[in-house]
Every structure is written in C-alpha cells, then in structure tokens.
C-alpha cells in the first residue's frame, strides 16, 4: 500500500512535497508552476534547458535540449568571448475550455551563457537543431606550431 491511513483519511506524500515546493517557490518569489486547473500554467522564470558539454582533440560539443521549441525561437550568439543561447518554449492553447490537472512542464524566455575556452576560435562556431536538441560545435583554433630557430654563431 502506498498511501497511509491517518485519521480515516490517506496520506499522499508526493501531494505533501509538491505543497512544499509551491510554499517555498512562492517565499523565494518564483511562483507556483501551476494556477487554479481552468487557468492557463504560470511561465516559469528561471526555466534552464538541460546542457551536456564535451571535448576532444578537435572541438567542444554542447548538446541543449530544446523539445517543442522551433527553430525560429532559438538565437545563438557570440560576442566578447561569451556564447549565448536564448530562446522561447511558447504555451500552446489547445481549445477553449481545457482544464489542466497538472502542468509541471516550464515555458516562456532561457538564456544560457558559456565563456569561450582559450582555445576556441569565435569565427568557427557551427549550430545544428535536429529531434529537439541544439547542437553547437566550437571548434579549437589551430595553435601555433613551434619553430625551431637556427642560431648562428658569428
């Protein structure tokens, strides 16, 4: 059994820590993710889409998952050495009269920033969007090679 009988009525942890989270988001000035079920859900202002970052020899690769974003709501920019990424998740109405029972899904406005490595050449930054995942590429520059210089003795 999962919930628990206390006073003839059942205790339903997950009920009880969702109530937690809204208390504490609203103390923290972020609001609930969700309004009364006839109503629209709240955007979330601090929605972050999730990051990978990995590197080889070559470049770096940063994987964002977008889903449900289309392609002409996504920016990426670099400028002053600092990569962004910003971007809209739109609230789709679908009808006139839809209640909502749960709706823990964020949308509205992201930005994402990275401070470039050293070794990453600005000019050779390439964005493909595909399945709902960004992927950027930022490509190393080529370091200088080493020149051995010939002293002669005069």
């Not at 629209?40 to 202002?45: C, D, F, G, I």
């Not at 690769?61 to 392609?71: A, C, G, H, S």
């Not at 210089?149 to 005069?154: D, G, P, Q, S």
Request: proline share 4%; net charge positive.
């Amino acid at each position: 059994m999962n919930a628990i009988t206390v006073f003839n009525q059942k205790w339903n942890p997950f009920k009880e820590m969702e109530e937690m989270q809204n208390r504490l988001n609203h103390y923290l000035g972020k609001g609930s993710l969700t309004r009364n079920s006839q109503e629209e859900p709240a955007a979330s202002e601090l929605w972050t889409p999730l990051v990978d970052v990995s590197e080889d020899n070559k470049e770096y690769l940063i994987k964002v998952e977008l889903p449900e974003i289309n392609k002409s709501d996504i920016a990426v920019r670099v400028e002053k050495g600092v990569l962004s990424i910003t971007g809209e998740r739109k609230f789709q109405k679908e009808g006139k009269g839809k209640k909502y029972h749960r709706v823990e899904r964020s949308y509205g406005h992201f930005t994402r920033n990275f401070t470039l490595p050293e070794d990453v050449d600005p000019d050779k930054v390439k964005a493909d969007f595909k399945a709902g995942v960004l992927e950027l590429r930022l490509y190393k520059a080529e370091k200088a090679k080493s020149k051995e210089i010939e002293v002669k003795v005069a």
